[in-house]
C-alpha cells in the first residue's frame, strides 16, 4: 500500500502534515507531499483527516486490484471508507463513530 497525494485537489490546509504520526508529510508551496512513501506505515490519520479527499491509499493487488483507491470522507457521526476500482466499481463502508471500538 501506498499514499498519494493528488496536488490538484490539495488547498494546503496542512491537516495531514499535523498529524502524521511519523512527521513524514510537508507542505510546499501551498500543497503536500509526502517525503518517501517507503518510510509510510499506513495508519490512515491522514486519509482520514483530509477535507478535500486528496490523499488516497492505492491498495495491493490483494486487497482491492491494482490501481484501486481507498479514500475516506468524515462527518461528525459517521466515518465513510470510499474504495474505487479500476473497473469503475465503488464500494463503500460507513462506520458509526459512536460505536467504532467494536471494529
Ligand atoms: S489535509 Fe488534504 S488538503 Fe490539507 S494539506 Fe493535506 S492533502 Fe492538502
Ligand atoms: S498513512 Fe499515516 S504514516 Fe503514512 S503518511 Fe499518512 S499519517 Fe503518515
Given at each position: ?5 493528488d ?8 491537516k ?9 508529510l510537508i ?14 506505515w499506513g495508519?490512515?490519520a491522514?486519509?482520514?483527516?483530509c ?5 488516497h ?15 475516506a ?16 466499481i465503488e464500494?463503500?463502508?460507513v ?9
Amino acid at each position: 500500500m501506498s499514499v498519494r497525494i493528488d496536488r490538484d485537489r490539495c488547498i494546503g490546509c496542512r491537516k495531514c502534515v499535523e498529524v502524521c504520526p511519523g512527521n513524514l508529510l510537508i507542505c510546499k508551496n501551498s500543497k503536500a507531499e509526502i517525503r518517501d512513501v517507503r518510510d509510510c506505515w499506513g495508519c490512515t490519520a491522514c486519509v482520514k483527516i483530509c477535507p478535500r479527499d486528496a490523499i488516497h491509499f492505492y491498495l495491493a493487488a490483494d486487497l482491492g486490484g491494482s490501481g484501486g483507491k481507498l479514500f475516506a470522507r468524515d462527518s461528525q457521526d459517521t466515518l465513510t471508507w470510499i474504495l474505487k476500482l479500476p473497473n469503475g466499481i465503488e464500494k463503500q463502508i460507513v462506520v458509526d463513530k459512536n460505536q467504532s471500538n467494536q471494529y
